[in-house]
């Protein structure tokens, strides 16, 4: 089912977000981040701009439906969105003001932060280095975000020693590797967020389980292009929990339908082989692991899948609609899985140049990858040139990134 979506609200607005996790990997919230199309080197906002709430209002109620319930949302605010009334147009119950960096504690700022707080709101302060000037927000935050990026363990013990004397929660962001996370988490560092959750943690000896091995072995046959509509409804009446979330899809609001379906192979005949192939994956693909990790990572997957099926129809690209599909599906499943890629695709019967562009990053066709890490690390002016040098617009980008979260938030209801 091809969906339309608001223009006002989608077309000039890239949304990205960014999961933060617990010491035991479990999520507790996204950072938010906004750009406007029209100025990707830098945040939507911009002195004396009347706007900045709406676009905090749109971008958020965006991104909102697919986040997970009981989780935080980051959104950062620059001096002028702090002490104007853009905060106050988002729900304090989840959402965490974010006081950018360059925000000197001025007056009128800490006492915007105090009635924030008066409100309900739970500030953190982002990207602390430690410098002096500092200390009335680091006394006023709920949160301190600390840069790991080019910084040893000394340099980050120093600085955690700096704040010990506070309150707040300590966040380390920018983490991308999973040594980094553990020294973090040793130094006593909260919540954690960066990539280093979208990288394999490669243990030797490690194996996947009988469980995990069948479901390879599903989305073995159902990457084969001939998968007849018979087999799909065998591979669903055999699984209660799969038949249960299909008729719960098929029935929901997103298809509008007048009449109950009640039937698997009515299911499956409304949807057609193709959409009912991929749906399946992705259900098949969030029951290999349930940890918070892997699920989010799933989400990550699915949306990088419709992103580039949409450029597809829209854009020259090396492989078929399906085919990019499973590009941007299998992306990340080494992380998933946590074994090398080349492991986990031996037994999927994939494309030769689609498993060329998954496992070497230096393939041509790898571009379309690096086109989809630049969008999820919110690196707005790689992603700018990136797309530049692939003939795309940012236009085009934000609308089908848009359309391709919204699917996701659907398709993983």
């Known amino acids: 089912m091809e969906e339309t979506y608001p223009e006002q609200l989608y077309d000039k607005i890239c949304v990205a977000r960014q999961p933060i996790f617990t010491a035991d990997m479990q999520v507790w919230g996204y950072e938010l981040l906004f750009r406007h199309e029209d100025d990707m080197h830098s945040a939507v906002f911009t002195d004396g701009d009347q706007a900045t709430s709406q676009i905090i209002a749109d971008g958020y109620g965006l991104a909102a439906p697919g986040l997970r319930k009981g989780s935080r949302a980051l959104i950062n605010f620059p001096r002028n969105a702090l002490v104007g009334a ?34 309900g709101y739970i500030l953190a302060l982002d990207d602390f280095v430690g410098d002096p000037g500092f200390e009335p927000l680091c006394e006023l935050v709920d ?59 490669i243990i030797p000896g490690r194996k996947l389980s009988a469980s995990q091995v069948a479901k390879l072995k599903l989305l073995k046959e159902l990457s084969a292009l001939d998968t007849n509509p ?17 008729l719960k899809y098929i029935n929901s609001a997103f298809f509008g339908l007048q009449v109950e379906v009640t039937s ?38 699915v949306q990088r899948a419709r992103f580039l099926q949409l450029i597809a129809m829209r854009h020259p690209v090396p492989f078929d609609q399906d085919s990019m599909f499973l590009l941007g599906f299998f992306s990340l499943l080494d992380a998933i899985l946590d074994q090398s890629m080349k492991t986990v695709l031996e037994e999927i019967p994939l494309d030769p140049g689609i498993k060329r562009a998954l496992v070497d990053p230096a393939c041509d066709d790898a571009v379309w990858i690096g086109l989809l890490d630049e969008i999820d690390r919110c690196n707005w002016i790689r992603l700018n040139a990136k797309a530049a040098r692939m003939g795309l617009s940012m236009a085009l980008i934000s609308r089908l990134s848009a359309e ?10």
């Open 143 to 201: 949160i301190i975000k600390v840069d790991i990026l080019h910084k040893n363990p000394t340099q980050v013990r120093n600085i955690v020693e700096g704040v010990s004397k506070y309150k707040a929660a300590l966040l380390a962001e920018k983490v991308e590797t999973h040594e980094v996370f553990k020294v973090c988490k040793n130094l006593g560092f909260t919540y954690f967020q960066g990539f280093f959750f979208n990288r394999p943690e």
């Open 404 to 413: 391709a979260t919204a699917w996701t938030n659907e398709v993983m209801a």
């Open 86 to 119: 853009a905060p106050f147009v988002l729900p304090p119950e989840q959402c965490v003001v974010e006081i950018l960096e360059t925000v000197r504690p001025e007056p009128e700022v800490i006492q915007a932060c105090r009635e924030l707080k008066n409100r």
């Open 264 to 301: 698997i192979p009515r299911a499956v005949a409304m949807l057609g082989c193709q959409n009912m192939r991929q749906w399946l994956q992705v259900v098949i693909l969030s029951d290999m692991n349930t940890t918070d990790k892997a699920q989010e990572l799933v989400r990550i997957s």
């Open 230 to 246: 018979d087999r799909l409804v065998e591979i669903i009446q055999t699984d209660l929990s799969i038949s249960y979330r299909l």
